[in-house]
């Protein structure tokens, strides 16, 4: 047993600096949280190992071109990175990146809404993780422009309702979200609502969720995606493999959305912090020109369903658009066998490169 007396509120601070690179350090043993990357451009945490903080992993905060490469971040009171950068309302990318870094037993002490990675801006990159072990979800995502792709979720959302290994929350202005070539194992907590691979709550629509796959994930009326009260999403191209359901809906039905649309709240999302009226958000998501049209409509199609308990689930009315979700047995085969190329030609999927998933060429993993 370690009992820690450093309380400073991070162990390593860089203000507005650039191309600095720091590599293969161990930093442990806190408090509080180990590292803070304020302003500045080009800073790189790279081949670092972060242990036993009783805060948090890593903040980033504003500057660009930040990035976390080949670390490892474990044992962590609350959520392992926490970056915020870009501009929404001008779309200005941060290109911050976070790849091929392990994050695992997070939000110990904090039990809910502390994830391995929260991000909050525009343009950002999460590829190449794994992501595990956790009572609550993997990812937050709140803003536009982000990549999350060829990253491992598994075991979060173990003691939380109504999460998801992803989750998105409450405000259509967010888009150009593209979730591809991820898999999702092993998220099947809850108690009221479930868990779900990915969740997109409270509105959240435009985004595309493509090649992923999603193994026993959703649990009690949660599928391994769950839509809720959202429009425009694309659920694409995905494996689902004895999940609850593959897809689950929520829906609200015209009358909620269009008052929702007209809440005070959500009219500040939309045309105060940005607004989705102008010619640069129209330009860049088109599908915003018809906000107001065809609630509840979101397209899944060309997705292989292998084993689960429903299809879909929630789909009273049948307003989704549907198209060629073949329902197959397992067999006792695994998820990997159904994911090389014949296969999923037989179904009707394009190649989904299961080899690329996960963390490459980090010197804190096996």
Same mark, same amino acid.
């Given at each position: 047993?370690?009992?820690?007396?450093?309380?400073?509120?991070?162990?390593?601070?860089?203000?507005?600096?650039?191309?600095?690179?720091?590599?293969?350090?161990?930093?442990?043993?806190?408090?509080?949280?180990?590292?803070?990357?304020?302003?500045?451009?080009?800073?790189?945490?790279?081949?670092? @190992?972060?242990? @036993?903080?009783?805060?948090? %992993?890593?903040?980033?905060?504003?500057?660009?071109?930040? %990035?976390?490469?080949?670390?490892?971040?474990?044992?962590?009171?609350? @959520?392992?990175?926490?970056?915020?950068?870009?501009?929404?309302?001008?779309?200005?990318?941060?290109?911050?990146? #976070?790849?091929?870094?392990?994050?695992?037993?997070?939000?110990?002490?904090?039990?809910?809404?502390?994830?391995?990675?929260?991000?909050?801006?525009?343009?950002?990159?999460?590829?190449?993780? =794994?992501?595990?072990?956790?009572?609550?979800?993997?990812?937050?995502?709140? %803003?536009?422009?982000?990549?999350?792709?060829?990253?491992?979720?598994?075991?979060? *959302?173990?003691?939380?309702?109504?999460?998801?290994? #992803?989750?998105?929350?409450?405000?259509?202005?967010?888009?150009?979200?593209?979730?591809?070539?991820?898999?999702?194992?092993?998220?099947?907590?809850?108690?009221?609502?479930?868990?779900?691979?990915?969740? /997109?709550?409270?509105?959240?629509?435009?985004?595309?969720?493509?090649?992923?796959?999603?193994?026993?994930? %959703?649990?009690?009326?949660?599928?391994?995606?769950?839509?809720?009260?959202?429009?425009?999403?694309?659920? !694409?191209?995905?494996?689902?493999?004895?999940?609850?359901?593959?897809?689950?809906?929520? @829906?609200?039905?015209?009358? =909620?959305?269009?008052?929702?649309?007209?809440?005070?709240?959500?009219?500040?999302?939309?045309? &105060?912090?940005?607004?989705?009226?102008?010619?640069?958000?129209?330009?860049?998501?088109? !599908?915003?020109?018809?906000?107001? &049209?065809?609630?509840? *409509?979101?397209?899944?199609?060309?997705?292989?369903?292998?084993?689960?308990?429903? !299809?879909?689930?929630?789909?009273?009315?049948?307003?989704? #658009?549907? /198209?060629?979700?073949? *329902?197959?047995?397992?067999?006792?085969?695994?998820? &990997?066998?159904?994911?090389?190329?014949?296969?999923?030609?037989?179904?009707?999927?394009?190649? #989904?490169?299961? &080899?690329?998933?996960?963390?490459?060429?980090?010197?804190?993993?096996?």
């Amino acid at each position: 047993v370690t009992l820690s007396v450093f309380n400073a509120p991070f162990m390593v601070e860089i203000k507005d600096c650039s191309n600095i690179t720091i590599q293969g350090l161990s930093f442990q043993e806190s408090r509080e949280s180990a590292v803070l990357i304020s302003g500045g451009k080009n800073c790189l945490l790279k081949d670092c @190992r972060f242990e @036993r903080f009783g805060h948090d %992993g890593i903040h980033i905060e504003g500057g660009s071109e930040h %990035g976390i490469s080949g670390c490892l971040l474990r044992t962590l009171g609350f @959520r392992g990175i926490d970056i915020k950068g870009g501009d929404r309302k001008t779309l200005t990318a941060a290109n911050h990146f #976070i790849e091929n870094t392990v994050v695992e037993y997070f939000s110990l002490f904090k039990r809910t809404y502390e994830p391995a990675v929260h991000l909050d801006g525009c343009g950002m990159r999460i590829s190449n993780n =794994r992501f595990s072990h956790s009572s609550s979800s993997a990812m937050r995502l709140e %803003g536009n422009d982000f990549t999350i792709e060829y990253n491992e979720v598994s075991q979060v *959302v173990n003691e939380s309702d109504d999460q998801g290994g #992803i989750d998105i929350f409450y405000n259509p202005s967010y888009r150009g979200i593209n979730i591809r070539y991820n898999r999702w194992s092993d998220i099947s907590g809850g108690t009221h609502s479930g868990a779900a691979g990915v969740r /997109l709550d409270d509105m959240i629509s435009g985004v595309t969720i493509y090649g992923n796959i999603f193994e026993r994930c %959703g649990s009690v009326i949660f599928g391994g995606v769950q839509i809720h009260g959202g429009k425009d999403n694309l659920v !694409e191209n995905n494996l689902f493999y004895k999940c609850n359901a593959a897809v689950s809906f929520s @829906r609200w039905g015209e009358k =909620r959305w269009l008052k929702e649309l007209d809440t005070l709240a959500i009219r500040k999302k939309i045309y &105060e912090e940005v607004d989705i009226r102008s010619a640069l958000y129209l330009g860049k998501y088109p !599908e915003l020109k018809t906000i107001r &049209e065809n609630a509840d *409509v979101n397209t899944v199609k060309n997705n292989l369903i292998i084993d689960c308990k429903n !299809e879909f689930l929630r789909n009273k009315k049948d307003v989704q #658009i549907l /198209l060629n979700n073949p *329902v197959i047995q397992a067999n006792e085969k695994n998820a &990997e066998a159904f994911c090389t190329p014949e296969t999923l030609k037989e179904y009707g999927l394009k190649p #989904i490169p299961f &080899e690329k998933i996960g963390p490459k060429n980090n010197p804190w993993i096996k």
